[in-house]
């Protein structure tokens, strides 16, 4: 088994691990959220400073825990795409700087490929090819695994992510940021069924709608337009502010947090049920920061337990960004024999079926 430091950078989590195969040796992770929270979304320039900051003291802080000296270590690894480009050139650059120091072999990192690795952190897989529900702050997608390196993506969001989704509308109802667990707090209490959301459809171009594919901008403009309905019905004067919620009462607040979050969940389980049936697939993996959701997690483990369907999940430690799953995936790519050269540079964006060009010794860029 291989033996990797990891560095993960790509937005505002700064993370380091070591990780030996699938095993954790020691993780660390120092979170912006608090300064980013002021702010209502991350800032790209501040997470990028705060990097530079933390990983040198993480890095040392895993170095120390995991027992191993740089001599000890298969590969050094790095999150290179996609990803915020001031962030990722920090992981970038630290990485692939200490493996020309210490002659060890550089891995580049797709930051999708590592939340896919991430269930390999928890309970073992069935065998055979599975669906992976991928739902975080930036990405919503639906990727068929037929093995480490061999991915099709079945179903993507043509719109926001559901992360940015529940941020957006957690800014609208005033609850700060994350959305995510601010949403799923505030909803605690609330009547999930009191507000019908639409489920948002993808239409083609031929006619009829993209199965397995997501839209969650409607729902986002229909909470817009309950918040303000609820406001008025207040007597409150003047224009509705949607960033405002003094005229909410607290019953109805939680009833839309509940009503939203239910929204977001039927329309994810119900369209990756179908795909994992439609493509013969017996296991649904649910992985990234909104795999954490409790309502999520307890609705996929029903309809799952209700088809017959084999379900994993990540472990609720490594759902939101780690360095522990780029560790898991660059190992599993020494595995294979692949490594990256030290003159690749880094990507904002960058497909999962793309991946591959991350090992090619000419840097395509």
Known sequence: ?????????????????VVRGEQVL???VASQIAEHARWGGVVPEIASR??????PQLIASVMA???????????????????????????????RTLARLHDRPFVAVHHLEGHLCSVHLGEPLPAGPFLVLLVSGGHTE???????????????????????AFDKVARLLGLGYPGGPAIQAAGAL??????????????????????????????????????????????AAGPADPASTAELAAQDLADVAASFEQAVVDVLVERSCRCARDEGLGTLVLVGG????????????????????HWRRAPLAYCTDNAAMI?????????????????????????????????EQQPSF
Do not use: W
Request: proline fraction near 4%; glycine fraction near 12%.
């Open 1 to 17: 088994m291989n033996t990797v430091l990891a560095v993960e950078t790509s937005c505002d989590e700064s993370a380091a691990a």
């Open 26 to 28: 020691a993780s660390a």
């Open 50 to 55: 705060r990097h530079v900051e933390a990983l």
């Open 65 to 95: 825990e995991s027992g191993l000296g740089f001599a000890d270590l298969d590969g050094i690894a790095a999150t290179v795409a996609p990803g915020l480009v001031g962030a990722l050139l920090v992981g970038s650059v630290t990485a």
């Open 142 to 164: 639906l990727v068929r695994v037929d093995g480490a390196g061999h991915y099709r993506r079945l179903g993507r969001s043509h719109d926001d992510a559901a992360g940015e």
């Open 190 to 235: 609330g009547n999930p069924l009191r507000f019908p959301l639409p489920k948002g459809r993808v239409s083609r171009p031929e006619g009829g709608y993209h199965p397995y594919d997501f839209s969650f901008s409607g729902l986002k403009t229909a909470v817009l337009r309950l918040v303000q309905s609820l406001r008025a019905g207040t007597g």
């Open 290 to 309: 909104v795999a954490a959701n409790q309502r999520l997690r307890q609705r996929l483990e029903e309809r799952c337990g209700a088809l017959g369907l």
């Open 327 to 359: 560790g898991v995936a660059a190992a599993q790519r020494l595995a294979a024999g692949s490594s990256s050269s030290t003159a690749l540079g880094v990507a904002a964006r960058l497909p999962l079926q793309q991946s591959e060009t991350l090992y």
